[in-house]
């Protein structure tokens, strides 16, 4: 066990609450032992060889945390040979932290929400964040140096390419079947296929960029959600002369659900049997 697991396993065992935020490379957000926190307001990442770098942003040092800790600074550096709970239970370590409080206004993570997927569109970037039956979806702008700034600055959904638009291409130039789809959720979960959707969803529809990268393409195949934004969606690309084929899922399911109520093996049977009966047909 690192320095790091080690005093994470502590601070679980005195009860340090956990801010619900996205947090990278190892770093969390606990409620500092130091002072009445409800924030979280205290930093805990791992450093070198699994070392322990803690900060707390309301100003108690690290002295005064780890002396809340009973732990000496080696702590931060070696874990101790006992269990963290024990250790607690051996040292009387007792800390009544109140109850954490999730912020309500914010960005998605100070309140509560998970990073779901994040979804590349080059120019932007789209993040999906959920909160049991919750979600959000956030926009950020990609900068020539490769940041990234909240919203759209200089660029409408319109302007994006098409979701994975230059596997699409590949697609295109070699006679593969396309599944135009409603969201970058579906597009992900149809591993093996080549997939693609529009910035927007079924509300704006990019009937422009679809009829750029996919204009009288006849293996394009249609998946559309079956329910009544979808099926709007489905006449607007209809009268567009963009669904060649359409392959329809249940009522109120979309693609991904279709895909795993049939399976791998009989999804590609439903696909392939639907591009099959349009060649006969317009053999006929």
Not at 22 to 40: I, K, L, Y
Not at 116 to 126: F, I, S
Not at 225 to 230: E, L, V, Y
Request: net charge neutral.
């Amino acid at each position: 066990m690192t320095a790091y697991e080690w005093f994470m396993g502590l601070l679980d065992a005195i009860g340090s609450g956990a801010a619900n935020t996205h947090t990278e490379a190892g770093r969390r957000q606990r409620q500092c032992p130091a002072h009445a926190d409800s924030g979280p307001s205290m930093s805990v990442r791992p450093g070198p060889d699994g070392t322990v770098r803690i900060t707390c942003f309301t100003g108690c040092t690290r002295d005064q945390i780890l002396a809340a800790l009973r732990c000496s600074r080696s702590r931060l550096a070696k874990a101790a040979p006992v269990p963290p709970a024990q250790y607690a239970e051996m040292v009387g370590l007792r800390i009544d932290f109140p109850a954490v409080e999730h912020k309500r206004n914010g960005p998605p993570a100070a309140r509560g929400f998970r990073l779901e997927a994040v979804h590349n569109y080059g120019r932007a970037v789209l993040e999906r964040w959920r909160s049991g039956q919750h979600k959000e979806l956030v926009w950020e702008t990609v900068k020539p140096n490769g940041a990234r700034v909240p919203g759209l600055f200089g660029v409408t959904l319109d302007d994006l390419p098409l979701y994975r638009e230059t596997e699409v291409q590949m697609a295109v130039a070699v006679g593969e079947p396309v599944l135009l789809v409603e969201s970058e959720s579906s597009v992900d979960a149809l591993r093996g296929w080549y997939a693609t959707t529009w910035a927007g969803g079924a509300s704006a529809v990019n009937i422009g960029r679809i009829a750029q990268v996919l204009g009288g393409y006849p293996n394009t195949i249609v998946i559309p959600d079956n329910d009544r934004a979808g099926l709007a969606c489905l006449a607007r690309l209809n009268a567009a002369g963009l669904a060649p084929h359409v392959l329809m899922p249940g009522a109120d399911e979309d693609a991904r659900d279709l895909h795993r109520r049939l399976g791998p093996a009989g999804f590609e049977q439903a696909v392939h049997r639907l591009l099959a009966e349009c060649t006969t047909r317009q053999a006929a």
